[in-house]
């Protein structure tokens, strides 16, 4: 088994950081990239950006999920086109911040929950947990499996594109929830999980090489909803299964910095009567480079803080609570 894991992670790994270069060239003759504005707090680089490399993530990741992953046909068809959904309506966003102008949020909204939707209808969902102190699994009623499936995918999908606002911070944030969630299901030996987890690793490390500061491309809203929605598949098929009350935290710990952060962003934006999906310079990783951090440190803070809260997810996975 030992093997296969390699075989995607370099898989993987070499799919991205050959089909970056290429695509990166393409983006400049046809002008698809990310164009500085002053204008715009967020928008801190300061040259024109390549937005291509979610095609190359994309195809990263299905080509070795394919090849090693003992899903059934119906849910890897489930996860790849609605991972293929939404790079489509991410490229229809990225595009329109080419020319400068705001896609609208509702057609975003609706192909992501459909996506999360096909995901759930295939058989990949939160079902229940473990009673600690029975023993016996608390199976939840058909409704709420699916609205808390629904809102996990969505929700982790939206705060992994929220955290894409510098550069090397959501390939690496991504990288170390995927490796987390590579442990926890070698752990609990579920294969599908691990080969899920390790080829996203593949993918972000790879990615990392062409977007660590400064970047020399982006993946956009398409390779960031598209990495989100794939770790919150993953900790559906691996993490939330079997599990107990408390080791419901594992995958939630895996994936804290976006979920925390972003979870305190949302709040805020709610309470000042801004619209929540509106996006603005409230980040983590904003607020720390007003502090007087460059993008470097910011990144490296925040990365470390994500370790801290995978290797306590890691502890709570091995004192089998």
């Known amino acids: 088994m030992t093997i296969y894991y390699v075989l995607s992670f370099l898989i993987s790994f070499v799919i991205v950081y050959l089909l970056i270069p290429p695509l990166g060239k393409l983006a400049f003759r046809l002008d698809f990239v990310d164009k500085p504005r002053k204008d715009?707090?967020?928008?801190?680089?300061?040259?024109?950006?390549?937005?291509?490399?979610?095609?190359?993530?994309?195809?990263?990741?299905?080509v070795p999920y394919v090849l090693f992953s003992d899903e059934t046909l119906v849910q890897t068809i489930a996860v790849l086109a609605g991972g293929l959904l939404l790079l489509i309506i991410g490229t229809v966003d990225d595009w329109y911040k080419?020319?400068?102008?705001?896609?609208?949020?509702?057609?975003?909204?609706?192909?992501?929950?459909?996506?999360?939707?096909l995901v759930y209808a295939s058989g990949i969902a939160f079902t229940g947990f473990y009673n600690p102190l029975s023993g016996e699994y608390v199976l939840l009623?058909?409704?709420?499996?699916?609205?808390?499936?629904?809102?996990?995918?969505?929700?982790?999908?939206?705060?992994?594109?929220?955290?894409?606002?510098m550069d090397g911070l959501a390939g690496g944030l991504s990288a170390?929830?995927?490796?987390?969630?590579?442990?926890?299901?070698?752990?609990?030996?579920?294969?599908?999980?691990?080969?899920?987890?390790?080829?996203?690793?593949?993918?972000?490390?790879?990615?990392?090489?062409y977007?660590?500061?400064?970047?020399?491309?982006?993946?956009?809203?398409?390779?960031?909803?598209?990495?989100?929605?794939?770790?919150?598949?993953?900790?559906?098929?691996?993490?939330?299964?079997?599990?107990t009350v408390l080791s419901l935290f594992i995958p939630i710990l895996?994936?804290?910095?976006?979920?925390?952060?972003?979870?305190?962003?949302?709040?805020?934006?709610?309470?000042?009567?801004k619209p929540i999906y509106q996006a603005d310079a409230s980040q983590a990783h904003y607020r720390l480079l007003r502090t007087g951090m460059n993008q470097k440190q910011v990144v490296a803070f925040l990365c470390l803080i994500s370790v801290c809260f995978s290797l306590t997810s890691i502890i709570l996975l091995l004192l089998q609570v």
């Open 40 to 62: 715009v707090e967020r928008k801190i680089h300061r040259e024109p950006i390549p937005l291509t490399a979610s095609y190359a993530i994309y195809i990263g990741f299905a």
């Open 98 to 117: 080419t020319q400068g102008k705001d896609f609208s949020a509702l057609p975003k909204l609706i192909v992501q929950l459909s996506a999360a939707v």
């Open 141 to 165: 009623p058909v409704w709420l499996q699916f609205i808390l499936t629904i809102l996990w995918i969505f929700g982790v999908t939206t705060v992994i594109n929220f955290s894409d606002g």
């Open 176 to 209: 170390i929830s995927a490796g987390t969630l590579f442990i926890v299901a070698l752990v609990k030996g579920q294969n599908t999980s691990a080969i899920m987890a390790i080829v996203l690793v593949g993918v972000a490390v790879a990615y990392l090489r």
């Open 211 to 243: 977007n660590k500061p400064p970047a020399k491309v982006f993946m956009g809203d398409a390779g960031a909803t598209f990495l989100g929605f794939i770790l919150g598949v993953i900790a559906l098929d691996g993490a939330f299964k079997q599990a």
């Open 254 to 273: 895996a994936l804290g910095v976006p979920i925390f952060d972003n979870l305190f962003v949302v709040t805020k934006r709610f309470l000042q009567g």
